[in-house]
Structures are given as C-alpha cells and as structure tokens.
C-alpha cells in the first residue's frame, strides 16, 4: 500500500468513523499482541513517506514542552529560560507549555527542524506509531491520521491486518 501525499488527508477525513470504531476496538484487544504489528508498520511507513514533504505535525499542532526539554533548547538558543518561554511558549489549558502560535517557530521554509537535535521529547516520539501510545490514546491517534501520513498509513494497514 502507497499513501500519497497529494490524497490521504481526504482519505483520512472520509475514514474517520471507521478510524475511530477501529481504535476503540483495539482498546479492548489490549494485551492480545496487536502492539506486535507497530514496529515494522512504523518503518514500513516511513520506508515510503519523508516527513520533509510534508511537516503537517510542525505545522499545525505543538509538542509540550517539559522542563528538561526548557532547559536544553534554551540552552542550545543561548537563551535565559525565561527569555526562551516569553518568546516562545504560552501555557495551554492542561497547564502545559507549548509554542504560541503554528507553525512551530523553529520550521524552517524547508521543512527542516532548527532545533532537531534538541527537539522537544514529544517530538522525537511524534506520531507514535512504533508504541502501544498508538492504541492508548486513541483520540489523539485519530487527530494524527489527520495530520500525518504515516498514522493514517499505519491505520489502513492496521485494519488490513487486524479483522
């Protein structure tokens, strides 16, 4: 299966009531080895997607930033952490830090991170598809397939797999 980037986010819409009775199904096949299938459809996706095409995580949702990630991006900026924080975050409704506004500050015209090698923890774990996060959070899962490709990819061949 080949997700193109040019369709899958029209798919992913027209898939989201079937997404979303998939994932609820699959909390209730916890412990039943479906999280076996994660690591290799996770490499399998990003066999055939490059993230560089597309930045749709970078682009319209933010990682929290957690205290050792404020303190080491701060750190590599140069910046006083409460410099890095005014300039740059605002605190959501969970209390959590994230950027002040989309796409991320740190994107570059290019699709690439200015900050990749001291990224956030969230984003390093981004779009959580080699985990069982992929099953637990199933809300979140179903907004990603709408965000990246890799998550509707790994999705459909979910479904494909698991009758």
């Known amino acids: 299966m080949s997700v193109s980037l040019t369709d899958w986010e029209k798919k992913a819409k027209e898939q989201q009531k079937a997404n979303k009775q998939f994932l609820q199904k699959m909390q209730h ?4 080895g479906v ?8 490499e399998e996706a990003f066999s055939q997607i ?3 095409q597309c930045a749709g995580c970078c682009k319209t949702i933010s990682p929290r930033f957690k205290t050792p990630d404020i303190k080491r991006i701060s750190k590599h900026l140069g910046l006083r952490e409460s410099v ?4 740059y975050l605002r605190l959501d409704e969970d209390g959590d830090y994230v950027v002040k506004r989309s796409p991320c500050p740190f994107l570059g015209e290019d699709n690439y991170c200015g900050i990749y090698d001291v990224r956030p923890g969230d984003c390093h774990n981004y779009p959580y598809t080699d ?3 992929f099953f637990k959070r199933p809300n979140t899962t179903l907004l990603n397939s709408t965000i990246c490709p890799a998550v509707f990819y790994v999705l459909e061949r979910l479904k494909s797999i698991i009758k």
Request: neutral net charge; hydrophobic residues 25%; charged residues 35%.
């Open 131 to 133: 985990s069982y996060e």
């Open 84 to 87: 890095f924080i005014e300039t």
């Open 35 to 42: 999280e076996k299938h994660l690591p290799g459809l996770h």
């Open 29 to 32: 096949r916890k412990g039943k």
């Open 50 to 52: 490059d993230c560089l």
